[in-house]
């Protein structure tokens, strides 16, 4: 008992000096501390602005064609996804093959726009007339620094057809405090057969 004693004496002297040095550190504390923690405000600005920009490289290419839609495809890869900080897990719906999964800004780049001869199958999934966007989480999980969600994305294009996609995103903020795409799985709903 005696042992027991003055270990928890120990422990609370040790634990009465940490909490006055805490104290003497509690002003500079407070002027060094960064928190990278994602909100669920950027989250949901996130999902919005990828909407918005696809929907603008569909307008781009209808108006000012394939030159101004990559272009403005470029600028989203560089402001949306992190390509920059290594590979990035992307699964888009149309891919297949060989070419399905697209952890270069190539691939992904070439998803968009299509036009690139290492991906002779794509077509630009960004260039089919997209008019309107929709998002519709399942769920949202936060974790610091990183977010991933899961839902449907609904796509309507310029002459009513929508179409519906499984979405998962995971989103990590860089050293600047933006958010970037590291995850971004994107497939057709599974309708089984009757």
Partial sequence: MKIQNT???????AALVQTSAWAERSEAFGKTVKNNSITEAEVQAAEEAWGKALIQISQDFDSKGIKKATTTANAV???????NQGPVLFKPTLAFGDQTFRTTR???L???VGGNKNYPDDKGFALKG??????????VYLNGDMALTTGNVILTDKTGKVTTVDKTWGFKKD????????????????????
Avoid at 176 to 183: C, E, P, S, T
């Fill in 175 to 194: 050293q600047d405090g933006k958010l970037r795409i590291i995850l971004h799985h994107s497939s057709l709903p599974f309708v089984p057969a009757k």
């Fill in 110 to 112: 070439a998803y968009f």
């Fill in 7 to 13: 270990i928890l004496g120990l422990f609370f002297s």
């Fill in 77 to 83: 890869l560089d402001a949306a996804y992190g390509y």
């Fill in 130 to 139: 997209w008019a309107k966007y929709e998002y519709k989480n399942a769920a």
């Fill in 106 to 108: 190539e691939g992904a």
